[in-house]
């Protein structure tokens, strides 16, 4: 048999990390064998082990791999932050909500990692999903220390609590645009009720 080029061996590779992606979030980790995905793969159980050790290496692997807007969005909107923080926050949140509309992979990523509660096969990535969560809420932060600078919040309002409530909010948001079949609609209401928000921070 012919050795594989390492060109050949990565395209394997990235087709197990995609196969498993796509799998694991629509039936589960627990559903899915890595017998299976080799399987589908059309590769041996043999291959797969040689690109991962075990299932939790797989996981390990693709949450290094898995997209995640918030961080991209965040970037966005840091510029606009200085006109206008609460502005900048609004747009951050919809950013967040249309990425996860329009891009399937972030929903994927999401089914995969960031529903909560954690599924007991996440046990070993559980302090970096919860780093994940807690950067998100460090961005809500940002804007809202900006925006108590501003003048726009009221000054006894607590923008810690304010920060993880948003946040709370938002993966709501989230969840139900990553398992639902009308996303479109789901964006809409997640506009309607961000806008409620940002229009309730503006009051002490």
């Known amino acids: 048999m012919a050795r594989r080029t390492k060109e050949e061996a990565q395209q394997t590779r990235n087709q197990l990390l995609n196969t498993a992606m796509t799998l694991y979030a629509e039936q589960g980790i627990h559903a899915v064998s890595l017998k299976y995905i080799a399987s589908v793969c059309q590769v041996t159980h043999g291959a797969l082990y040689w690109h991962f050790r075990n299932r939790e290496d797989l996981l390990q692997q693709l949450f290094l791999i898995a997209e995640q ?36 992979t972030y929903c994927q990523t999401y089914r995969l990692f960031l529903t909560r ?77 961000i806008d409620l928000l940002i229009k309730g921070l503006k009051h002490p």
């Open 69 to 104: 807007p918030y961080e991209k969005q965040y970037i966005e909107q840091r510029q606009s932050v200085k006109q206008d923080p609460l502005q900048a926050l609004h747009d951050f949140l919809m950013g967040v909500v249309h990425a996860y509309v329009e891009y399937p």
């Open 117 to 193: 509660p954690y599924v007991p096969e996440l046990t070993g990535l559980a302090e970096q999903i919860d780093e994940s969560h807690h950067q998100v809420i460090d961005h809500i932060h940002y804007f809202l220390k900006q925006a108590k600078k501003k003048k726009q919040l009221g000054k006894k309002r607590s923008l810690k609590v304010t920060a993880r409530g948003i946040a709370d909010v938002l993966d709501r948001l989230v969840q139900t645009i990553a398992y639902s079949e009308e996303k479109a609609r789901s964006s809409q209401d997640a506009s309607i009720i």
